[in-house]
């Protein structure tokens, strides 16, 4: 699903600029639960930015689902972030002029989905995280545990194969959290393949494996997953 | 694609009503810009209606004969009096240029005095004939006009013009009027008592009312540009004048001419000026004015000056359109965030770049639609409490001005919208 080569990514500043990776090389198979942990600062971001293709790295490669992402058009990426890709971030990024139901509309609106059918479908994933009877609430309305599950349903309105997740319990109580944790391995468990950064060891424990980073590295490949080809960081 | 207008446009609308203040800022240019230009336009169809009613009333084919004076004053030593034009002369027209469709004679004299019933006024008397009422005759007719019969035999009979009632919209006016007595003697006279059949006194001479010219008010007169004797008071057989020297004999006839239509106005013209030449040896003894070069030059001046107009128009469409770049720009930079949320979630940069563009043509189209509204309400309503004559507002000129307002808009959007499109996704999204 995911393949990084000797992945860089330098931002500018200063005069070499600041390396925020450093030659990561990993793969990720479909159906995978993987929890990106290290110290602030070492890149976990920057590398989920880079598989969300949010950013670019500065070198290396990456290749989704053996599309190859350096030759994606600006639309292309919009596309496969629309159809491929869901997010959801630790400050849960939704539209707060919207109620939950439109939030969950948008990806569905880019998608061209017709109305009726775009209103079924996020009526049922809001349901499905357990938030039904609160789709006319705004996000100002709602608890953090309640906005991050809106923000999950939005990401999975149009069934992307990747869900991306940025410390999606870093704003939440513990058992918000435990109910965000749920829902996404209640996802990986169904073949979702499931990104999540995290400074919870205690959830990285629980994820299938745990890609720990430190300074811009993979620092040890850890859990369960077989060992990739050519990487024995896996 | 509609669907995407159609949230792009909800968007836009929710964007507007939660920055009023912004908004109405911004959206007011344009409407400033709206007003101008409906004023505008609205004063070009006025221009072009009226030269339509002065063809309709004048003809397209006028031309008028009159002594030269420039010549007075040239050197004492080398001035020639020029030739004066006589009844007979403009037989003599008549008779050489058969094709004219008017030939009508006029001379009048400033001031005469009118007698009836112990009044005394003074009245400008014209001379004229029976083909004075071919053209400009914007009267309603009460009794009978001057003929042939009156003319040759010199009889004396008159016709007198009566002013039209004051406009009963125009109180302000019309208070005026009556603290300061604007209408003159004559026309109290005439407006007072119906002379219709009586008799009264010209410098003199007793002349028997046989009719009585009514103008028309103000809003029904069709407006003219050039000569047209509308001050004349009383109209007489000019043979008549002339023979109880109320005319002197000495003074020159004009003659006022109408080719008939405007193909022949050339040739006519070129008759006419053989005509002078061979009848008083030196056609340059005589000015013959051109209606055509005078209604082509008052136009000139008209759009000219609604030109002007339109280029202030222009230039507060460019100050709306640069403060809606301004305030879309500002837009942009309060929600990088969203920008960056959206384009997270699978929004293309045409996507965004079409929710800002959408967003700051309704800006336009709002902008635009107050100024019609105010346009209109300046045009029409205001104009009359003011006492002036209310713009003509065609139906297009809304859609017009409302669509040239959302085309500034979005043309100014544009710059914005793609600075919004062109943020990287990340680096948005770690906006505060």
Redesign the interface.
């Known amino acids: 699903m995911i393949i990084c080569r000797d992945l860089h990514k330098t931002y500018e500043g200063g005069k070499t600029g600041w390396p925020a990776l450093r030659g990561l090389t990993f793969s990720i198979d479909r159906g995978e639960f993987v929890a990106v942990t290290g110290p602030s600062g070492c890149g976990k971001s920057t590398l989920l ?1 880079i598989l ?1 293709l ?2 670019e790295p500065s070198c290396g490669s990456y290749a989704l689902d053996g599309l190859d992402a350096a030759r994606m058009s ?2 292309e990426r ?2 496969a ?3 491929r890709i869901g ?1 959801v ?1 630790q400050a849960f ?3 707060n ?1 919207l109620s939950a139901l439109e939030n969950v509309c ?2 569905l ?4 989905e ?2 009726e059918d775009m209103r079924r479908r996020a009526h049922d994933l809001l349901a499905r995280v357990g938030l039904k009877g609160k789709e006319r609430k705004t996000p100002l309305e709602l608890s953090g545990g309640e906005r991050q599950r809106v923000a999950i349903a ?2 999975l ?2 069934s992307p194969r990747l869900l991306l997740a940025d410390e999606p319990t870093g704003n939440l109580d513990s058992s918000s959290s435990r109910e965000v944790m749920d829902i996404l391995l209640g996802l990986a468990g169904e073949g979702m393949t499931v990104v999540m950064v995290t400074h919870d060891r205690e959830l990285a424990a629980r994820a299938g494996r745990n890609i720990r980073m430190r300074d811009g590295e993979i620092e040890s490949p850890s859990g369960r997953g077989r060992p990739g080809p050519q990487d024995g960081e896996k | 694609m509609t669907r995407a207008l159609y949230n792009a446009a909800r968007t836009g609308l929710s964007e507007i009503l939660a920055h009023k203040t912004r908004s109405t800022l911004s959206f007011l240019a344009i409407a400033a810009g709206s007003v101008v230009f409906i004023d505008a336009f609205s004063a070009i169809v006025a221009t072009y209606a009226r030269l339509e009613s002065q063809k309709q009333v004048s003809g397209m084919a006028r031309m008028k004969i009159s002594q030269n004076h420039s010549q007075t004053w040239s050197n004492p030593d080398d001035y020639v009096a020029p030739p004066v034009i006589t009844y007979d002369d403009v037989l003599r027209l008549r008779e050489r240029v058969p094709g004219l469709f008017m030939v009508s004679p006029e001379a009048d004299s400033w001031r005469n005095v009118m007698e009836y019933d112990g009044h005394r006024v003074v009245a400008r008397v014209a001379g004229v004939t029976p083909e004075w009422r071919k053209r400009d005759f914007v009267y309603d007719l009460k009794g009978r006009f001057l003929d042939w019969h009156d003319v040759d035999q010199k009889l004396r009979v008159c016709v007198l013009i009566r002013p039209a009632p004051p406009e009963p919209a125009n109180a302000f006016f019309k208070s005026m009027r009556k603290k300061y007595d604007f209408m003159g003697g004559y026309d109290m006279l005439v407006t007072h008592n119906d002379l219709l059949g009586r008799t009264v006194k010209l410098d003199g001479i007793n002349f028997t009312v046989i009719g009585v010219l009514d103008e028309l008010p103000p809003s029904r007169k069709p407006p003219r540009i050039w000569w047209s004797g509308s001050d004349y008071k009383v109209l007489a057989p000019v043979t008549t004048l002339m023979h109880y020297n109320i005319l002197r004999s000495h003074d020159s006839l004009d003659v006022a001419i109408d080719a008939g239509d405007e193909k022949g106005f050339d040739e006519a013209m070129r008759l006419v000026r053989n005509f002078l030449k061979v009848r008083y040896g030196d056609e340059d003894f005589f000015v013959v004015e051109n209606q055509m070069d005078a209604i082509k030059e008052s136009m000139a001046r008209n759009i000219s000056s609604s030109l002007v107009t339109i280029s202030l128009g222009m230039l507060a469409f460019i100050a709306g359109g640069i403060g809606i770049m301004n305030v879309t720009l500002a837009t942009v930079f309060a929600r990088t965030k969203e920008i960056g949320v959206r384009r997270a979630i699978g929004a293309s940069r045409g996507d965004i770049m079409l929710q800002f563009i959408v967003e700051a043509v309704m800006l336009g189209l709002i902008g635009g639609l107050l100024g019609t509204a105010l346009g209109w309400f300046w045009g029409v309503p205001a104009k009359v409490m003011l006492g002036m004559t209310p713009s003509p507002i065609k139906v297009w000129m809304p859609l017009v001005s409302v669509f040239i307002a959302a085309l500034t808009a979005f043309v100014f959007a544009i710059y914005p919208a793609w600075v919004a499109a062109g943020l990287k996704p990340a680096e948005a999204l770690r906006a505060e």
């Open positions: 930015n969300g949010l950013d600006d639309n919009s596309a972030r629309l159809h997010f971030f990024h939704l539209l002029r948008l990806p609106m880019y998608a061209g017709g109305k939005r990401a309105a149009n």
